[in-house]
């Protein structure tokens, strides 16, 4: 039988490749950025499915968590007492050992976003600049005070207890409002968060809309991520940025074109088990015991807090 | 036995410009098991997309039974519905069927759509996990199964409708050997319980198996032939002539050789 092969595939090696030379790869930025986001997608993916193994938190009915979700928010936003705050902190956080949760890991997390919104974009509020009152710890001091923009500087620049009192507030609501949070989605599986909304009116449409999306989130990823290990597999890096460029934006109309027709193959998928335009969604509406309690103990330390530590 | 899908002198394009099927006629009867065969890109999922009144014709008619299936005659909400839940479609990529937050969400979607009262919907729904042995499977997110558990949830979630009739778009594809076997079984498990079967594949093993009354559809996009199992499965020139089968390499023990071949009915040597 005579072959067809190529005769350079009858050779071993690649001698006439050149060496390529020793600068860095140039797919490292695509590294970072593609596997990170797919794994921050994988996380949040993941994140409800671990919580939902054990734990009492996670016994607890859906609906139950979400009406508490909405009734805390607003006893957050309520309470102006730092003491309150505390309160709730410690609360919330007896909540996140009851959930046998990951500690660290999570309050990692939720310090972070604390820090970012509750403690950076409000640290100049702690200043006499910005809260006038009485300087406890002075930063700086001028020869005379001065005008700046809108601000009027005064002669010593410090912290104010008033301002200290307010950064210290607007930290442990942001702080309190994500670890809330944080502890009803890490301890609920998405599907039964996201019917949970059937509780407070949302359609049903709507949340199979959001079902859907959350879904091709992460067949999306997975074609980005394994798209980028094709990429990878074939480059050594050494390639121009505009022909970098060129090849990525190829991989997003692709994958733009991917989800297109995935859509609408589910929208025949749909259609072809009865959708006539309204979705009907049944949801899971038993309570025990147990939801009446959490559901009790939730609204209990909201009004301790509301009523005996007014502002 | 009655005629229960009926196509006549159906063609059917894309963008008007791009051909699927060109002059189609044929004919399934009820508690019929029948196949259509062809290869890739020849128009077998777009015939069963026309059959279950996803998309329409542009030329000719469908016919379920006895009724033309239009855009117009769908519109009439208790044809739409009757016929929605006579007729059941399990997609070659179970990754587009299944939408719902979760399996059993998935098993109780047909039958609440289909305004079935929601108890009669649980007792389908528990009754179809443990018939497809899929119980475990139960609360669990659709997108954490694997390819096989993806493709027994988009069979339950057909199956709780309880249609009449079941197209099934290339059942085995990108399933394992085990999978395979039991969906082989199912079928025929379904097919002796009076439902019609009407599936599409390109495997002629598929055919041995099933023994459907099957229709050839060719690379020109029509019907080549419809027969029986044995009679298309005898019929060489045909599957050459449609590129079933063809002259590949292949070993038998330490001798290597070439000639036409279909790894499961033909081979002379």
């Not at chain 1, 310090?111 to 100049?124: D, Q, T």
């Not at chain 2, 409708?161 to 498990?189: A, C, G, H, R």
Request: glycine share 6%.
């Amino acid at each position: 039988m005579q072959s067809r092969i190529p005769s350079y595939l009858l050779q071993s090696g690649n001698e006439n490749f050149q060496p390529g030379n020793t600068k860095r790869s140039k797919l490292s930025f695509l590294d970072r950025t593609i596997l990170n986001s797919a794994n921050a997608v994988k996380s949040i993916y993941l994140q409800g499915e671990n919580g939902a193994k054990d734990g009492l938190i996670q016994k607890i009915n859906p609906h139950i968590k979400l009406i508490s979700l909405i009734y805390m928010a607003v006893v957050i936003s309520f309470v102006n007492e730092v003491t309150s705050q505390i309160i709730l902190t410690i609360f919330i956080f007896s909540g996140y050992l009851v959930a046998r949760l990951k500690i660290l890991e999570v309050y990692r997390k939720i310090f972070f976003l604390a820090f970012i919104f509750g403690f950076l974009v409000v640290f100049p509020a702690s200043l006499n600049v910005i809260s006038p009152g009485k300087i406890i710890f002075n930063l700086i001091s001028f020869n005379k005070p001065s005008h700046f923009w809108i601000y009027n500087i005064p002669e010593n620049v410090g912290f104010t207890e008033n301002g200290i009192k307010v950064v210290t507030l607007i930290f442990l609501r942001v702080l309190n409002s994500v670890s809330f949070a944080f502890l009803v989605v890490y301890t609920t599986p998405f599907p039964s968060f996201i019917k949970s909304f059937k509780i407070i009116g949302v359609p049903d449409t709507f949340l199979m809309i959001i079902t859907l999306a959350y879904k091709f989130i992460f067949i999306l990823s997975r074609t980005i991520e394994e798209t980028y290990f094709a990429l990878k597999s074939r480059l050594n890096g050494n390639i121009r940025d505009s022909a970098l460029r060129k090849l990525i934006s190829g991989r997003v109309f692709f994958i733009f074109k991917k989800a297109a027709t995935i859509y609408e193959n589910t929208y025949f998928a749909m259609v072809s088990r009865g959708y006539n335009g309204s979705v009907k969604l049944h949801s899971q509406y038993h309570f025990n015991l147990m939801d009446f309690v959490a559901l009790t103990i939730v609204f209990a330390v909201g009004l301790i807090v509301l009523l005996f530590y007014p502002a | 036995m009655d005629e229960i899908i009926s196509l006549k002198k159906v063609d059917y394009s894309y963008y008007g410009k791009i051909p699927a099927l060109k002059n189609i006629n044929l004919s399934v009867k009820k508690g019929e098991m029948f196949s259509i065969i062809g290869l890739n890109g020849s128009g077998k999922s777009t015939l069963l997309h026309l059959i279950n009144a996803l998309i329409f014709p542009d030329a000719g008619e469908v016919l379920f039974d006895g009724n033309n299936l239009t855009e117009r005659s769908l519109k009439d909400e208790s044809f739409g519905l009757n016929f929605r839940q006579r007729m059941g479609y399990i997609f070659q990529n179970p990754d587009i069927q299944l939408f719902c937050p979760t399996v059993f969400d998935e098993l109780l979607f047909g039958p609440l759509q289909l305004n079935l009262p929601l108890e009669i919907a649980h007792e389908r729904a528990e009754q179809t996990l443990s018939y497809l042995s899929i119980g475990y499977l139960r609360d669990r997110p659709v997108y954490m199964l694997s390819g096989g558990e993806k493709k027994r949830v988009a069979i339950a979630s057909v199956l709780t409708m309880n249609p009449d009739v079941l197209l099934v778009d290339e059942p085995l594809s990108s399933l394992d050997p085990k999978t395979q076997t039991f969906f082989i079984e199912l079928l025929l498990e379904l097919n002796h319980a009076g439902k019609t079967i009407v599936f599409t594949t390109h495997q002629l093993d598929l055919i041995e198996h099933l023994q459907p009354r099957v229709a050839v559809l060719s690379d020109e996009h029509t019907i080549q032939k419809t027969g029986t199992a044995s009679e298309i499965l005898n019929d060489e020139e045909l599957l050459i002539s449609v590129n079933l089968i063809h002259e590949h390499i292949h070993k038998h023990g330490g001798e290597e050789h070439k000639h036409f071949h279909s790894h499961y009915v033909f081979h002379k040597h």
